[in-house]
């Protein structure tokens, strides 16, 4: 969770941030704390400003007075306290790095307890001298892991004309990051350490909206996909419902017995029911060719050896096939092969190579009857004839021939195959 | 009526998606004289068969194709003056019309010998001199 630092070259920080600043002058304090505490009053933060010269006590708080409004009732409420240094010292002071860190930790937990947002404090080091400096650099180091997590934000004011390299290097190292005015312009200084991390996390954070955004692209995919599917279905509901109508009608009106025709429809809703159970269960990308016939052809068991190469067939084809394959064998039971004890079909399916690859189906009945040509064409022939040359694009003989009726069908194999990325749309027109 | 029909026989154009239904309306509108039909599936393979020509006496047009309407093809007929009606499965009654082809004689499905006579008669009164 982020806090504004209200130092312009910072911005937003995680809460928990250790950070120092490089001053040479009360101006560069100044003008680097007001805008500090600013913020944190501003958001209804609990301040805490531990000063020392050359910005003491008094002149942070008239530096404050004129950019913070309410700093007198701020003040006697609690919300800002400051201390000069020798002050906080005699009250705080003294005790092993792990108190003092345990101080601040209580201090904010006590602020947001009192219904503050969090504890923004800072502290200058000038008293430091070089027999502290090497205890209090481990008490720093040890406050970036204490705060971490804490709704604390911690600014630590160092004299940059005190500071010799090793100093610089040891108080870059001790904070999260270093803040410094050279020629006028601020400057962030990164520990190495934390500059990893820090670039670790964005490309983190790159990598998962990455993730975010092709998942919403997939889901967003999807959902296109349903919408189509669901339009598709819509459109088969409508054609299939014309279809059964049609071949209701038709079989009505054949002129024949009303037992007749009840068997007629039966047979042929029966047909268009297990292609449509087949298509379903592969959500109408496809189906094989063998599955197709097994499934149509079931009811003659036995009496139709087939010879069948394996096509998986896009959902028009099977459907045309399926109907196809329903009349040859529904009118072989009626008036051929399969009217008798004796007569057997033979299918066969042979996809040759070519330019372009054909499909030949072939269907010969024997043993049945002997077999004469219709004096009409029926429904049924009218239907076979059709698939295969308006629908298929194919060509298709039927021969009466005296020792069974023989049908053969080419079709161009282009025109059945189901492809792997098979929209199942412009599959059944 | 069906028989004045069957005096002047000819080709029609049937446009329909549906393979069934095609091959029943294919049959009827042989029954009631047409004695060539060509079928077509699509608005597409309806406008080229009809720029390929011979002009069909009379076509029958499925409203609805695969998500596309018909229209194109009717206003092609209009130009052609070949005479038409519309077939509308009962889910699509609703189907709107477009404003120009208003007044086009609109058959529901399914269809019947007798009605699809009488509207193939009934549209091309209409499209007499002096008609629609």
Excluded at chain 1, 70 to 87: C, F, K, N, T, W
Excluded at chain 2, 17 to 33: C, K, P, R, S, Y
Aim: charged share 25%; aromatic share 6%.
């Amino acid at each position: 969770m982020q806090v504004q630092s209200g130092i312009a070259p910072i911005g937003r920080v995680e809460w928990g941030t250790h950070f120092c600043h490089f001053y040479k002058s009360a101006a560069d304090l100044a003008e680097t704390l007001v805008p500090f505490f600013k913020a944190g009053l501003e958001s209804n933060e609990r301040c805490l400003w531990v000063t020392a010269a050359p910005l003491g006590k008094e002149q942070a708080r008239a530096a404050l007075n004129g950019h913070v409004s309410g700093l007198d009732r701020r003040i006697a409420s609690g919300q800002i306290a400051i201390y000069d240094h020798a002050e906080w010292y005699a009250r705080h002071g003294g005790g092993d790095p792990k108190a003092i860190a345990q101080l601040w930790v209580d201090t904010t937990e006590e602020a947001l307890r009192r219904g503050y947002r969090g504890l923004r404090i800072t502290g200058n080091t000038a008293f430091l001298d070089s027999g502290s400096w090497d205890g209090f650099i481990d008490y720093e180091s040890y406050l970036r892991e204490a705060f971490e997590g804490q709704r604390l934000l911690a600014l630590c004011s160092y004299d940059a004309e005190r500071c010799d390299a090793d100093a610089v290097l040891d108080v870059v190292h001790a904070h999260d990051f270093a803040l410094a005015r050279r020629r006028g312009a601020w400057e962030v200084v990164e520990h190495a350490s934390v500059k990893r991390s820090r670039e670790a996390l964005e490309s983190l954070n790159t990598e998962l909206e990455q993730r975010i955004e092709a998942r919403t692209r997939e889901l967003s995919g999807a959902l296109a996909h349903q919408r189509m599917m669901t339009a598709e279905l819509s459109h088969r509901v409508k054609n299939t419902i014309a279809s059964v109508q049609a071949l209701v009608d038709r079989s009505l009106r054949g002129g024949g017995s009303f037992e007749d025709a009840r068997a007629t429809i039966r047979g042929r809703l029966f047909a268009l029911a297990r292609v449509h159970d087949l298509l379903a269960a592969a959500d109408w990308h496809g189906v094989g060719l063998r599955e197709l016939l097994e499934a149509v052809l079931a009811p003659y068991n036995g009496r139709i050896r087939r010879a069948v190469d394996e096509v998986w067939l896009n959902p028009r084809a099977a459907l045309g096939l399926a109907m196809m394959a329903h009349e040859l064998a529904t009118n072989a039971a009626k008036y051929g092969a399969l009217s008798g004890r004796e007569g057997g079909v033979a299918v066969l399916a042979e996809a040759a190579a070519g330019e372009p690859s054909t499909l030949e189906l072939s269907w010969r009945e024997t043993g049945g009857p002997r077999v004469e040509r219709p004096g009409r064409e029926g429904f049924g022939t009218r239907l076979i004839r059709r698939i295969a040359t308006h629908d298929l694009r194919g060509e298709c003989e039927l021969a009466f021939d005296r020792a069974g009726l023989a049908c053969t069908v080419r079709v161009p194999v282009r025109e059945i195959l189901a492809t792997a990325t098979a929209c199942p749309h412009g599959s059944l027109h | 009526m069906a028989a004045s029909i069957r005096q002047a026989p000819g080709r029609a154009l049937l446009v329909e998606d549906e393979l069934l239904v095609a091959v029943h309306v294919e049959e009827l509108l042989e029954q009631v004289g047409y004695v060539r039909v060509a079928i077509a599936a699509r608005v597409e393979e309806a406008l080229v068969a009809l720029a390929a020509g011979p002009d069909p006496t009379v076509a029958v047009l499925d409203v609805n194709l695969a998500g596309e309407q018909s229209w194109p093809v009717a206003r092609e007929c209009r130009r052609r003056g070949i005479p038409w009606v519309f077939v509308t499965g009962y889910l699509e009654s609703h189907a709107a019309v477009p404003a120009d082809l208003a007044g086009a004689v609109l058959l529901a499905k399914p269809l019947g010998r007798e009605e699809l006579a009488a509207g193939l008669a009934r549209a091309a009164a209409a499209s007499e001199p002096g008609g629609r």
